[in-house]
């Protein structure tokens, strides 16, 4: 029987090199859910279903509810297809909810929103069992200065300079309309909701959002940079392991 299936994915990104599928490197998420795929619908060696996922993180970043849809032919149920996926995927990629959706679901074209949180830790003592979802500082930042900051970038705007792709042909107006910036004990988190994300644009936020907080950077200047659309007026790129795919809005 031909079905749309829709899987509700986590997964600890730090090993590997990012969600899409690559010929030449075996280590990504979507490479490792096509092979269990294949092998739970017994396709011949080298045929493998093409995943479709919500979106592509970068390699190191995390996923807590990544979504995705493999069109199949199987008579296999829900749970017999959840059991089996978790049983032969490696451990840190986990399968949280398998869902028959309809034909036409599509996990990239369908999603509304996404959410994304990045984990910044500052304390004294090292973040010895979250050293690989955290981006360690050496100081900790003006909060308030980030805030103040981050209230640049909420709206709908280009964001063509906080884009790691300059060949990028298509629009780069995206609309966030959250970012908050927290502070939960020895860690700063910082929030982002929006319909869309370029690549490497949240982290370059958070690059920017520490110049910010640094004394480098003022809000005005986040806005102007806005503007000019220049990626390399933009703060640097902070580091995958701090970033994490919390959901996916349809």
């Not at 640049?152 to 609309?175: E, I, P, Q, W, Y």
């Amino acid at each position: 029987m031909k079905r749309n299936i829709k899987l509700i994915i986590r997964y600890d990104g730090s090993r590997y090199f990012g969600w899409e599928h690559q010929p030449d490197r075996e280590l990504t998420i979507q490479g490792k859910l096509e092979q269990v795929a294949a092998r739970m619908l017994g396709l011949p060696e080298g045929e493998v279903p093409d995943v479709t996922g919500a979106g592509r993180t970068d390699a190191g970043v995390h996923a807590r509810a990544m979504v995705a849809n493999i069109h199949v032919d199987t008579d296999l149920t829900e749970d017999e297809i959840f059991d089996y996926f978790n049983r032969y995927l490696p451990d840190d990629i986990g399968v949280i909810r398998v869902i028959f959706a309809s034909e036409r679901f599509h996990a990239r074209y369908n999603a509304t929103g996404k959410c994304y949180m990045y984990r910044l830790y500052c304390g004294r003592s090292k973040p010895v069992f979250d050293r690989k979802y955290v981006t360690v500082l050496d100081e900790k930042p003006d909060v308030e200065a980030m805030r103040k900051a981050a209230q640049v970038l909420v709206g709908t705007h280009d964001f063509k300079s906080f884009c790691a792709n300059a060949r990028m042909k298509k629009s780069t107006v995206r609309t966030v309309d959250q970012i908050n910036v927290i502070e939960k004990g020895d860690e700063i988190r910082i929030v982002f909701h929006g319909n869309g994300f370029l690549q490497n644009m949240v982290r370059i936020m958070v690059g920017t959002l520490l110049e910010a907080g640094y004394g480098r950077m003022s809000a005005e200047d986040v806005a102007r940079i806005m503007e000019e659309g220049d990626r390399k007026k933009a703060g640097p790129t902070a580091p995958p392991q701090g970033l994490c795919l919390m959901s996916v809005d349809y």
